[in-house]
């Protein structure tokens, strides 16, 4: 036994060499240079980005309606997708400069380098997710709603309260759970399922008595995927605050200011409340709860 | 009559029980220090230089921002200790019921004469259908579609029905791992059951089985581990066990600390398994090597 460990021993070694052979190169970080004013430093030549010369974005893959459409991003469909459109306009990029990359929800905010420019697949905007990336100025207000069947119970309420006996479903990684566990504190624990999809199953095959979901895809799933579902009503936002979805970026992006300015010019001459109009469907009459 | 397989098995009344989990420095008694020092010695200089290579890396720190951050652990480790709970009731459950209906699997695909033709068909199906079909798809399957059936009486609870995909696919698994024990005891014990007078029931049920199994516990832990993991996957039926609390807790925070919670939660519970497996091996082993083990 000890002569055939001691005979191990140079291959041993020399495997640690290889390994230490292939440690990292010293990656030169991206250093992150505060933008000069002016507006030259947002032309399309002078902006760093992944690819020179290109916007890279991603999305989620499928990419659902409203906020896309025939799950290709990069059609300028959907209310994301006409938003990504119009962003990448105003900020001067040809629509042939733009690509698009399928990113899953849980990747775009890995640590390390991303694989895009911009990530937009309606994450909301909150103080804790902005320490890990960066998020561009708000494209959208998002209201939280419940859908459940229209012969439910739960169908009719008109306060948080009564759904507090309610079994409830809502995705991962949605604020909707948030919404679940912090206003409606029901007695039994949410169930929480990959996508909206999954949830939709669910409470057609009763597992769930409602969905938690954004005000808008609560509209589709109602008009499109579910016809024998009801918006119960929507949920007054959390602390006065409205949610608010805005675009994924590295933490540090030097993207970020041009990105912003272009969202900001965009929400200022009405071209965001336009899109709106268009892809989203008229959420005034929906009750809110109280 | 009473016990036959007290006769026909030697390897029933072993009283070797001394076991030693980790045998750092080879199997020699007498070679103990000199190899401990070894071991020991390149131990350390192997896992200095992985940790160098890991801890210098550029992005080492936002990795440990992300993976390895004790506040976060700290903060996700109740929620995801309690979802730990679903996992142990339900590898538990489907553990029971995987031994029985799996044995029952295993001696029907081994019973002889044409007539039970249509029973070993059935088992051979069986096995081959739900080893070879991944087992998210049979839990989305039955998960999502079962209860779709609106059938009066047919339970719709996610749980049950991860349980039900569990056992389906995992019996199939350890239905092999019984056949392989029962086809690995000699031919001649079940004559000599025979020609003591018992009949082939009897003689499975007395004399081959119990070898059989004792021989196959090894693998059949194995597959428990792999059972005990993959419990997670009922998941995606909307149940909120380990993973997917942690994984709420990570789109939550933006902070993936809470996988790592959950990683070691797992791993609490399928080392001990592991080092237990190893150390019937080597029992068995030790066994086979003293020639009867007496």
């Known amino acids: 036994m000890r002569t055939s460990s001691l005979r191990f021993a140079p291959l041993a070694i020399a495997l640690l060499l290889a390994l230490v052979a292939c440690s990292p190169n010293d990656a030169t970080e991206s250093t992150t240079t505060p933008l000069a004013e002016g507006s030259d430093a947002c032309n399309v030549e002078n902006l760093t980005l992944m690819k020179a010369g290109t916007l890279t974005l991603g999305a989620d893959q499928p990419a659902y309606p409203p906020w896309f459409e025939d799950n290709d991003p990069a059609n300028g469909k959907g209310y994301e997708g006409a938003v990504a459109a119009a962003v990448a306009t105003e900020m001067g990029f040809e629509s042939s400069q733009v690509t698009w990359v399928a990113v899953p929800f849980n990747k775009s905010f890995a640590p390390g380098r991303k694989d895009f420019d911009a990530y937009i697949t309606q994450v909301s905007i909150t103080p804790k997710r902005a320490e890990v990336v960066d998020f561009s100025a708000a494209y959208y207000n998002a209201a939280q709603a419940l859908v459940t069947l229209k012969k439910s119970p739960f169908a009719d309420a008109t306060t948080v309260t009564e759904l507090a006996d309610a079994k409830l479903g809502a995705q991962i990684g949605s604020t909707s759970l948030t919404t679940i566990d912090e206003q409606i504190q029901p007695t039994q624990a949410a169930s929480v399922y990959d996508s909206n999809n999954d949830a939709k199953s669910a409470l057609q095959n009763g597992q769930i008595d409602g969905i938690v979901v954004d005000l808008p895809t609560a509209f589709y799933m109602t008009a499109v995927q579910i016809p024998d579902a009801t918006i119960a009503g929507q949920f007054p936002p959390t602390s006065g605050e409205p949610e608010q979805f805005g675009m994924v970026l590295e933490k540090g992006s030097p993207l970020l200011p041009c990105l912003d300015q272009a969202i900001t010019s965009l929400t200022s001459d009405g071209t965001l409340a336009e899109l709106e109009q268009q892809w989203l469907a008229d959420e005034t009459n929906v009750p809110v709860f109280s | ?294």
């Open chain 2, 1 to 294: 009559m009473t016990t036959p397989q007290a006769q026909l098995d030697p390897e029933a009344f072993s009283g070797s029980r001394r076991s030693r989990l980790l045998s750092f420095a080879g199997k020699g008694r007498h070679s103990g220090r000199r190899g401990a020092v070894v071991a020991t010695l390149s131990t350390i200089i192997v896992f200095s230089v992985l940790a160098a290579i890991v801890l210098t890396s550029p992005g080492w720190p936002k990795v440990q921002a992300a993976f390895f951050d004790w506040t976060a652990a700290k903060d996700s480790f109740p929620t995801v200790l309690r979802a730990f709970w679903i996992n142990i009731q339900m590898f538990l459950i489907a553990e029971v019921l995987i031994l029985i209906l799996a044995l029952v699997v295993a001696v029907v695909r081994g019973l002889k004469g044409p007539v039970f033709f249509p029973l070993r068909a059935m088992a051979i199906i069986y096995t081959d259908l739900f080893r070879g079909v991944p087992l998210i798809l049979v839990i989305y399957v039955l998960g999502f579609g079962m209860p779709a059936l609106d059938l009066q009486g047919l339970p719709i609870s996610p749980f049950f029905w991860g349980i039900v995909s569990l056992t389906l696919v995992y019996t199939a698994y350890v239905a092999e791992v019984y056949r392989a024990g029962i086809e690995s005891v000699h031919p001649s014990q079940m004559a000599a059951a025979r020609s003591l007078g018992l009949s082939r029931w009897q003689g499975l049920r007395f004399v081959v089985l119990p070898q059989a199994v004792r021989r196959v516990i090894p693998p059949l832990l194995n597959d428990f581990i792999g059972l005990q993991k993959d419990t997670a996957l009922v998941a995606v039926l909307g149940v909120v066990e380990t993973v997917r609390a942690a994984g709420i807790y990570a789109a939550d925070t933006f902070n993936y600390t809470s996988y790592v919670v959950a990683a070691a939660l797992f791993l609490l519970l399928t080392i001990p398994m592991a080092r237990f497996t190893d150390h019937l091996i080597e029992r068995g082993r030790r066994r086979r090597m003293a020639g009867g083990g007496r």
